[in-house]
């Protein structure tokens, strides 16, 4: 491990100098690769003079103390805690070192690349307040503002603490003792800074971010929706089916997220208006997994579904044929969105392979895997509201990956129709919406799905309106339309609520 020590304190003959030299000598006996950086022996312009920090001239001594920051797997910041912040000289030399293009880089108003992972981080301090105090009373500020603000703001994770208080009256015993436990941190690093669970979330947060799981609620109301309406049709109801069921749709929509990661790399590398609903999760793009990892897991999950398929379609009690067959044609649809020779987003049918999968098609197979005949008109009749209350949420995600898209050819409805009446087709579908749920509720031999909250429809319906109305009539269009997309989700969970808590 290699490890960079930076000494805060400005002065060297300091009870924090000795520290770091305790430290520095636990790291050695440890094995590790140590450079230590004294910030008083430099010699920088501590404020920043110029309107960027990065167009400053960068002092010898800055771009020397950037090199060994690169160097670095592990940093070790050791200085007093002064009026609850870092001393100005440390302030200064962070000022002046994590500038934009080394520490981090924005990507857009709220999105940053953080330039310094996957370094981690030791921060030792000391002060005169005692910590209890600190942290209720003052709300642990070198917690907040130095390791937060500063070091997790560029990447540096995870950030142990130590803090040494009070010291101003300590006696010498205590002193020596800090100095014991700051080798014995040193001595530490022989079995890496990471403990066994941090490194196994360390690797699986990326992929977690990859699956996209703000998007899944969806689909499991709607799955059991149809499953709970196949159960008083048929009078059975197989738990275990319905949860082998559930785990073959979430990893047929894992793949499907995986697939439209990999196809889609272009247009997420020209998106800069990309947010938590749109754009991907740019986990490729950003080099947090690499395609060939990508390719193996999905190369095991189609494994896995395709045994999964199997259970489901002998336990089911329609023929294993009928049962197989629904599940390999959603998929096969699903896979189709961005996958070649169809790739159906880039051909204008995007959006409604996205409503039709999540809408009927889930419905579907759970109406069919709990025993439901494929030809009943029920799941086709609670998927119909759905299927048009996602159209507008999915139409609108294409609005802020509208230039990118439109660069690499990809046809969506934003890009065909333009922003403008993109938004007003968007809007006859939540028109369409309610009136098909009340329509339903007419037709529907089983319960009233939507008639108690049927009020609540119109008027969420109304609110998205009015803000799909302002978007189509703006000149200066947003760029980004979080708060609209957002509520278009929302909008969504009426449909597939509704009839979920109505059947179970």
Request: hydrophobic letters at 50%; glycine letters at 6%.
């Amino acid at each position: 491990m290699k490890v960079l020590i930076i000494l805060g304190h400005p002065r060297a003959d300091s009870y924090c100098a000795a520290l770091a030299d305790r430290y520095i000598q636990g790291a050695r006996d440890a094995g590790a690769q140590v450079h230590y950086i004294r910030l008083m022996d430099l010699d920088f312009e501590r404020d920043v003079l110029t309107p960027k920090p990065e167009a400053q001239h960068l002092e010898p001594d800055v771009l020397r103390a950037q090199e060994w920051i690169r160097w670095a797997d592990h940093l070790v910041f050791v200085f007093p805690t002064w009026w609850g912040g870092v001393p100005a000289l440390l302030k200064g030399f962070l000022d002046r070192t994590l500038t934009p293009g080394f520490a981090f880089r924005e990507i857009q108003a709220d999105s940053f690349l953080r330039m310094l992972k996957p370094r981690t981080a030791q921060v030792i301090t000391t002060m005169d307040t005692p910590r209890l105090i600190d942290r209720l009373i003052n709300g642990s500020p070198i917690r907040r503002s130095f390791v937060n603000a500063t070091l997790k703001f560029c990447g540096i994770s995870p950030v142990r603490t130590l803090y040494l208080s009070p010291v101003k009256h300590v006696s010498t015993e205590r002193r020596e003792h800090w100095l014991d436990r700051v080798y014995r941190e040193g001595l530490t690093l022989k079995h890496g800074v990471c403990s066994p669970v941090e490194r196994c979330w360390r690797s699986a947060v990326p992929w977690i971010k990859a699956i996209r799981l703000q998007f899944y609620p969806m689909t499991f109301f709607a799955y059991a929706a149809g499953s709970f309406a196949a159960s008083r049709l048929t009078g059975l109801r197989d738990a275990w089916l319905f949860v082998l069921g559930y785990l073959l749709l979430f990893i047929m929509e894992v793949i499907v997220v995986f697939n439209n990661e990999y196809h889609d790399q272009k247009t997420d590398r020209l998106n800069r208006n990309f947010s938590a609903f749109s754009g991907g999760s740019r986990v490729l793009v950003d080099g947090e997994i690499n395609e060939r990892n990508m390719i193996r897991v999905t190369r095991v999950l189609i494994a896995v579904l395709v045994l999964l398929c199997f259970a489901v379609a002998i336990q089911s009690a329609n023929h294993w044929l009928v049962t197989f067959g629904l599940a390999g044609g959603v998929f096969a649809l699903g896979i189709s969105y961005t996958a070649p020779p169809a790739r159906l987003s880039y051909r204008g049918w995007g959006e409604g392979v996205v409503a039709f999968t999540h809408s009927f098609a889930v419905i579907l197979c759970g109406f069919v895997f709990q025993g439901g005949s494929i030809t009943n008109v029920t799941p086709w009749q609670i998927g119909l509201p759905l299927f048009l209350s996602i159209m507008p949420a999915i139409i609108m995600a294409g609005i802020p990956d509208y230039l990118a898209d439109k660069r690499v050819g990809k046809r969506t409805l934003a890009v065909r129709l333009g922003k403008r009446n993109a938004s007003y087709f968007a809007s006859l579908f939540v028109l369409l919406a309610p009136l098909a749920a009340y329509r339903m509720d007419d037709l529907l031999a089983g319960p009233q799905l939507f008639q108690d909250w049927f009020i609540m429809l119109v008027v969420h319906g109304c609110l998205v309106l009015i803000l799909l109305w302002r978007f189509a009539r703006r000149e200066d269009k947003p760029k980004r339309i979080d708060v609209l997309l957002i509520l278009s989700l929302l909008y969504i969970m009426w449909y597939a609520i509704l009839p979920f808590f109505k059947y179970v």
